[in-house]
């Protein structure tokens, strides 16, 4: 199904040229590197990472609807599932960071430890729980000291399946007149399949097969920071896929391999034999001067679109020439780091902060 996609020509375009330099300008360099930008005809994409989660507790259909109201172009539900074998969203299998699981008596004796993908992790797993039981659960806001606006929305939502979300999806689509897209990621799908036998891959095919949803007409994009699974979906499903890739580590099911060698033009190229987007981590975007690393040319080279995660606008999550004010939640400046993204042409970028995003391409394109 990977089609390979058409570049066009790099061009030095005039306007796009300013963009750069004063996106550098803003953000304090001294100095503008020498780049090659990328073409693009249509528009950075807007994807809702966990929905308007800047705004309402994460994986909730209250933030993914907010999300869509606010113009994303996709919205993006992790998942997991039950241990009645439902797709549900959270964005981890653990899930006393996102429920008042930890505060119900009723499930105390559930605790558990876990190693998931290196890592040793105590709490509750949605694995160990029926969708009936997650039913009696409610969401909590996810980073509570920097998003304090959202504690007053805990305890308000359930945790959604993701037969409730692709509904919803439909219904806004209906309102809105505009066709909008699903993004779902795979949470730790070898450590489900080793530790509970449960294969995600093969829920995730089958709901989006009942669905209709599994076809190249769908607007439909499947991610992991797993290769298995990917190269298992490239044979499955007609939808894009994308292949995540963090700053350290590398992936659970393939430890004899490095994000960093992912992210070299050979495996890059490697990347571009089963998928059709490379997603990184935005810190290997630039380095700490901001100034452009490889991976944006290599991915060109390798026929990949380049989608990056995860823009923020509080100051906790934005690099020191960015931040305004002293406050962890006070809002940095997102207008030079989408205008810096949107140079190098970057096709795609997840957010917290839909509106602000879409706010923020708007002046850009008045000024052009």
């Known amino acids: 199904m990977n089609m390979v996609r058409k570049i066009s020509q790099i061009v030095a375009n005039e306007r796009l040229i300013r963009a750069l330099f004063a996106a550098f300008t803003i953000i304090g360099l001294a100095t503008v590197f020498p780049i090659e930008i990328r073409a693009q005809s249509d528009e950075m994409l807007i994807i809702a990472h966990r929905g308007a989660s800047g705004e309402r507790p994460e994986h909730t259909l209250a933030a993914y609807e907010r999300a869509i109201d606010q113009g994303a172009d996709y919205i993006e539900p992790d998942l997991v599932v039950t241990k009645d074998l439902v797709l549900i969203a959270r964005h981890e299998t653990e899930l006393s960071d996102t429920t008042d699981v930890a505060s119900r008596e009723e499930f105390e004796g559930r605790r558990r430890e876990k190693t998931i993908d290196g890592q040793r992790v105590a709490g509750w797993f949605a694995e160990d729980f029926t969708l009936e039981e997650i039913r009696t659960l409610r ?9 304090r606006a959202n504690l007053r929305f805990n305890g308000l939502y359930q945790v959604p399946t993701f037969e409730e979300i692709i509904h919803l999806v ?19 799908p070898n450590f489900l399949l080793q530790e509970t036998g ?9 709901e989006l097969r009942k669905e209709g949803l599994d076809g190249a007409d769908a607007k439909v994009i499947l991610q992991s920071f797993e290769i298995g699974p990917l190269q298992r979906l490239d044979r499955m499903v007609d939808v894009k896929l994308a292949q995540l890739i963090d700053s350290t580590g590398g992936p659970a099911d393939e430890p004899g391999i490095s994000y960093s060698e992912m992210g070299s033009p050979s495996g890059l190229a490697d990347i571009a034999s089963y998928a059709d987007i490379v997603a990184p981590d935005m810190r290997l975007l630039f380095d700490a001067e901001g100034a452009p690393l490889d991976l944006v040319r290599d991915s060109i080279d390798a026929g990949l679109e380049l989608h990056t995660w995860t823009l923020r606008k509080e100051n906790a ?7 305004r004010g002293d406050s962890e939640s006070a809002t940095g400046d997102i207008q030079a780091l989408v205008g810096l993204l949107r140079a190098q042409g970057i096709d795609g970028v997840f957010t917290d902060h839909p509106e602000a995003v879409a706010r923020a391409l708007a002046v850009l394109s008045d000024e052009q």
Do not use: N
Not at 139 to 147: C, I
Not at 170 to 186: D, M, N, Q, S
Not at 317 to 323: G, H, N, S, V
């Open 170 to 188: 439909r219904a806004k689509e209906v309102e809105t007149g505009r066709r909008i897209g699903l993004y779902p990621e795979l949470k730790h």
């Open 198 to 206: 449960i294969d995600v891959v093969d829920l995730l095919v089958s």
């Open 139 to 147: 969401a909590r806001e996810r980073f509570p000291t920097v998003r």
């Open 317 to 323: 999550f934005l690099p020191p020439k960015l931040r």
